[in-house]
């Protein structure tokens, strides 16, 4: 059942709104909402750069090489073993650590919890294998 509803903001300017019962009876309201007039202000001083794909992620080997890791994973991740919405295909030995780019036994399907949490780990590693600036 649907009863539109005009109401009117702070502003006075009318809003229209629809309320539905639910499967359960209980009501249910949806309120169409406006875009904001004002765009949120950016007071950053440095803007990051606009993200990018790293142009080997679109090639059609890495593509293939995605599709067979998270097939042979079961669309799972292989380590909390949830299957999200969203997979990632990982390579176990980063590219930039040597790890082999297409070879389906150097990947592993991951979360993005998980993904974060293990890439945050090797860059850990990497950061603690470097020499120290006051070591110099
Ligand atoms: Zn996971």
């Known amino acids: ?15 229209r709104m629809t309320r539905k019962t639910s499967r359960l009876g209980e009501p249910k309201s949806r309120f169409g909402t406006l875009k ?37 994973a079961g669309y799972r991740c292989e380590t909390c073993g949830v299957k ?3 997979l ?3 390579h176990v030995i980063e590219r930039r650590d040597g790890g082999a780019r297409y070879d389906p036994l150097n990947g592993k ?7 974060s949490l293990k890439t945050a780990q090797e860059r850990a590693k990497r950061l603690a294998a470097r020499p120290s600036p006051s070591s110099a």
């Not at 059942?1 to 809003?15: F, K, N």
């Not at 765009?39 to 803007?47: G, I, L, P, S």
């Not at 606009?50 to 067979?68: G, N």
């Not at 399907?109 to 993904?115: L, V």
């Open 1 to 15: 059942m649907t009863s539109p509803t005009t109401i009117a903001d702070r502003a006075g300017v009318a809003h």
């Open 36 to 72: 904001p007039r004002l765009e949120a202000a950016d007071f950053r001083t440095v803007k990051p750069p606009p993200k990018r794909a790293d142009p080997e992620l679109l090639t059609p080997e890495h593509r293939a090489w995605r599709a067979t890791v998270l097939k042979n």
């Open 109 to 115: 399907a991951a979360c993005p919890s998980c993904h």
């Open 88 to 90: 990632i295909a990982d």
């Open 84 to 86: 999200p919405p969203m």
